[in-house]
């Protein structure tokens, strides 16, 4: 992972665009480790930059996992961590600001009906906060993916065990992430249709972050990703989080001398962002900072100012739903 270069975020400063307009950001991280700290002071810094960030649902990243016991029930450890993180400050969050009003962890679900004390195990943990799990679909005999028996396996969506597993989800009442790319589309539509009453939450648009950023590539890519969209549109129960633009979108704006300003990002991502609510609907779509993974290339108040200026012709009813409603319908936060 890079170094987060918190002087060179510094070089691009914006004040928020439309700071009254509530957001609720439904994809963030803590991260505790010696590659990258974020944690509470650091959230709320971001957040009190000017944009009026109310609510915020965190994103399992493999932070606080238990060390000890069952590898099943490890992952638990990380909705225990937010949980207790929140408490401990308290008095310094704004009573404004519900941070982790939801919380998404990981779970096997490969371990079909065996998962569901799991996934138990994360709602009494969360103490109201769990809202789901998050795990990556792939295709089958992927010779990139190395097991980590720390780590929820990636999951093949039609194999009878995970398929017993997702139907505990709908049982509680919890949602999936996952992070979709071309290659795994086909399983997830089928999945969608399987459970329509289960709601499936795609991260980062769907772009998969290429090495190779040449016209010709990039143009293919694009068409493609299209196509995908059009495809996913059908299945009423799957919705989109549009963000990830900094590691998403082919260009290296880490290696640039200072950050991007909004209208260089806005100009950038438009064209996936406006295809994914002319196919989708706002009801569908949500706005994520995908903080902090995304401050290896962007500050934060660049992203959201982004999103503003590319929203700004659209009705206000559709940007209460990409800023607010949408994240807060798809994660029950209400």
């Known amino acids: 992972m890079m170094d987060r270069r918190e002087d060179w975020l510094k ?16 994809h963030f ?17 971001d957040i009190k930059g000017g944009h009026n960030i109310v609510k915020n649902v965190y994103l399992d990243c493999h932070t606080g996992y238990r060390t000890t016991g069952p590898a099943a ?12 993180l929140v408490a401990q400050n308290a008095k310094i969050i704004p009573e404004k600001i519900k941070i982790a009003a939801g919380i998404v962890s990981a779970a096997d679900l490969n371990l079909g009906e065996a998962v569901g004390p799991v996934l138990a195990a994360h709602v009494a943990a969360g103490k109201g906060r769990f809202k789901g799990i998050r795990q990556e679909i792939t295709p089958r005999g992927d010779p990139r993916i190395k097991p980590d028996p720390n780590v929820p396996r990636r999951c093949q969506a039609a194999d009878k065990k995970f398929r017993e597993g997702f139907s505990a989800l709908r049982k509680l009442g919890l949602s999936f992430d996952t992070i979709l790319y071309l290659p795994h589309l086909a399983q997830l539509i089928d999945l969608a249709r399987a459970f329509p009453d289960t709601n499936i939450i795609i991260n980062h648009a769907g772009i998969e972050p290429s090495g190779d ?24 129960n799957v919705y989109m989080k549009l963000g990830g633009f900094g590691m998403g979108l082919g260009i290296n704006w880490h290696e ?14 438009a064209p996936y962002i406006l295809w994914c609510i002319e196919k989708l609907g706002s009801q569908r779509c949500m706005f994520e900072s995908n903080y902090p993974i995304e401050s290896f290339d962007l500050p934060f108040n660049v ?9 700004k012709d659209l009705p206000r009813k559709e940007r209460n739903n990409l800023f607010y409603n949408t994240a807060v319908q798809a994660y029950r936060l209400d």
Not at 11 to 26: F, G, Q, R, S
Not at 213 to 236: E, N, Y
Not at 303 to 311: E, G, M, S
């Open 29 to 45: 991280h803590f991260f505790n480790n010696p590659e990258i700290k974020y944690l509470m002071a650091d959230v709320l810094r």
């Open 11 to 26: 070089l691009t400063v914006e004040k928020a665009i439309e700071p009254e307009m509530p957001i609720c950001d439904p």
């Open 303 to 311: 992203v959201w100012n982004a999103f503003k200026l590319i929203t």
């Open 256 to 269: 640039r001398p200072a950050p991007p300003g909004s209208a260089e990002l806005a100009k950038a991502a």
């Open 73 to 84: 029930f490890r992952p638990v450890g990380e909705t225990e961590f937010v949980v207790d």
């Open 213 to 236: 950023s040449s016209p010709g590539v990039q143009a293919q890519m694009t068409r493609d990703w299209q196509k995908a969209i059009v495809a996913l549109a059908a299945c009423q």
